[in-house]
């Protein structure tokens, strides 16, 4: 027997000790730092414990449940929800600090239900028998110029035809304007995004001209919450508003937001994706904004209440008492999501929305496919990525971003990678505050 070459050991941030995890078997314990040390050696107290628990294996053994985890993924993502992104427009009614979409055409639009209803076709035959939903996308998506509300008012009606769930990601300066227009529609969630109380949010997302948008929001929100309509809050984070998040999160508590089982939240890290940033000191790598927010939970744990940061694998093993099932892709581009515009134009997915190099083909004025480019989206999992193959951490990380990944190297095959170990060894001592005492000790759900 050997170790398994899915075997990740890190240690514990601010413990002696270190944790082993194997993505594969989906197995975890807390052990010591001469247990880890013996491990590297390839010294094995008890080899019996671990080969059940799959940390030493045979590799024929390992090769064959490999296989069986992936099969049984790609059957999993086949029957998956598929997320259709729909983008009627790149215009904006603010002026965010960040905008990574300043490049784009912000044309006015008229109403466009032709290029509305070639949207519907295509999806209609492309997808049939697929669960789906529409997220509809900017740009911001709820202006409320003339144009712009018939826009929304006949994809609404063309969705709900359809019997099809809606999702909004807006900055929602107008949400309460809509949220009579969502009666009768299926509205899955609104998203959100709030960078900070009023003097920090309004810093960085103002209106064109300069106008404060907090307030408004916040009462869009309010009366999305009473009217039953789901809210995903988004937080953009760089190091000029990580340090009020806490404010944030004691203002939505005290709203009693956090309590509203329609109320969620998500934090997303600000950083170069379409256009380059001219501050680019104020933007965190993913490790060095996770340290800094597993720093500021320690001072404020209520932020907990607020937000549950994953951690990598660390969340979902406390709330589930086990790991997730392998993760063999972490991109759903041109998989279990797609993207569309009103001029017309097919994307791989929200990353690449708009950008006239990654136009996929289009569904208006003619249906066209670049079918080999999107052969390749599609293949992309971490089988496919040949810095994946030796990796410990592949199927915990699913190879990243292909977009980001893209960018980087040019090639979608090329991993975006996530820094797993560093993750988890600040997620477990954050969500599990007491081990077993056996040795290696399990971890489960104590105290979830």
Known sequence: MEQSRHNIIGKIKGSDEYFIINPLTKEADIISEAF???LKKGIYEDPDELHAKGYLTEPEEEKRRYRHAYLDFIDARDTDEVQLFYVPTYACNFSCSYCYQEGYDHQSIGHTPEVIDAFFAYIDREFAGRDKYITVFGGEPLLTNANAQANIEYLIAQATARSLGLAFVTNGYHLEHYIPLFEGAFIKEVQVTMDGVAAVHDHRRMLKGGAGSFQQIVRGVDAALEA???INLRVVLDRDNMPHLAELADFAIEKGWTDH???KTQLGRNYELHVCQAEQSRLYDRVSMYEELYAIIQEH???????RPAYSLSKFL????????????????????WAFDYTGGIYSCTATVGKSDEQLGTFYPEVTRKEQIIAQ??????????????CSLQLACGGGCGSVAKNRTGKISSPDCRPVRELMGMGIPLYFNEYHQD???TLDNQGA
């Open 301 to 307: 744990p209520a932020l907990l209440k607020f937000h």
């Open 261 to 263: 089982p329609l109320f």
């Open 36 to 38: 880890a040390e013996d």
């Open 439 to 441: 040795s290696p000790k």
């Open 318 to 337: 406390f709330e589930q008492g086990e790991l997730p099932d392998p993760l063999f892709d972490s991109c759903p581009a041109c998989k279990t999501e």
């Open 228 to 230: 039953g309509i789901p």
């Open 377 to 390: 989206w599609e293949d992309r999992d971490v089988t496919t990525i040949p810095e994946c193959a030796g």
